[in-house]
């Protein structure tokens, strides 16, 4: 397919066990954001990546969260010892490369991974 | 900070009305500014965007914004809905800071039905 896509799409887990997100960016995308979103609630940022590099961690709630993107193309967040506050759906967004910074870059949004914990 | 308000969390219309979306901005100076519509099970999806010139702008589907800098705002139309726009709609800014880094800010979204 053409577009982003995750897996999991459903993830049912219980307290305190880790769980690992994959998101498969659209290919040549370099760049890669992961949002969240709490029912009733519009996505919030996590974490967003330029190739390889995570440029910018700013929106992760605190240490049990982390992301890599090792080969600047699929990603993977995961979250240590889960907490029932983490119940949420989780989603990633890739933008294709322009020549120099703009904030206008469409990111296109996968379908997500709903993550209920237990 | 930047920040989304969209006041309306849910609306309903009957099929072949116009409507009218609202969604308010907080930022220091003009944003970029999006739509998108998200559908059960689905991705969100780019509605339209907004970065300068003309405030009117077009989008997918048959719908169109308009920017109004003095009243912070950027609604969201569409003269004639029709049932399949039945969705989640969210409004966001994407500050211009040049960081890098232009992560969406989004409102909390209105959700849409449409009445045949």
């Known amino acids: 397919g053409a577009g982003v896509s995750q897996s999991p799409r459903y993830k049912v887990t219980k307290r305190g066990q880790d769980v690992a997100l994959r998101c498969d960016p659209i290919s040549g995308h370099v760049s890669l954001y992961w949002y969240r979103q709490a029912l009733g609630q519009g996505p919030e940022f996590l974490t967003y990546f330029n190739y390889e590099a995570q440029q910018d961690k700013s929106g992760l709630p605190n240490d049990r969260f982390s992301a890599e993107r090792p080969e600047g193309s699929i990603s993977t967040l995961t979250i240590q010892r889960t907490e029932q506050r983490d119940s949420a759906m989780y989603r990633c967004?890739?933008?294709?490369?322009?020549?120099?910074?703009?904030?206008?870059?469409?990111?296109?949004f996968g379908p997500g991974t709903r993550l209920t914990v237990l | 900070a930047q920040s989304v308000t969209q006041p309306d969390i849910h609306i309903t219309v009957s099929e072949g009305a116009s409507l009218e979306l609202r969604c308010n901005y907080s930022?220091?100076?003009?944003?970029?500014l999006f739509w998108y519509v998200q559908s059960p099970g689905q991705g969100l999806q780019l509605l339209l965007k907004y970065f300068s010139g003309d405030t009117l702008v077009q989008g997918i589907k048959g719908f169109e914004a308009e920017f109004k800098r003095s009243q912070s705002s950027f609604n969201l139309r569409k003269p004639s809905v029709h049932w399949s726009d039945a969705a989640e709609y969210f409004c966001a800014v994407v500050p211009y800071s040049g960081a890098g880094s232009y992560q969406l800010t989004f409102g909390k979204g209105t959700k849409l039905s449409v009445i045949p």
């Open positions: 930022y220091g100076a003009t944003p970029y």
């Open positions: 967004a890739s933008s294709p490369p322009l020549a120099g910074s703009y904030p206008g870059n469409e990111q296109f």
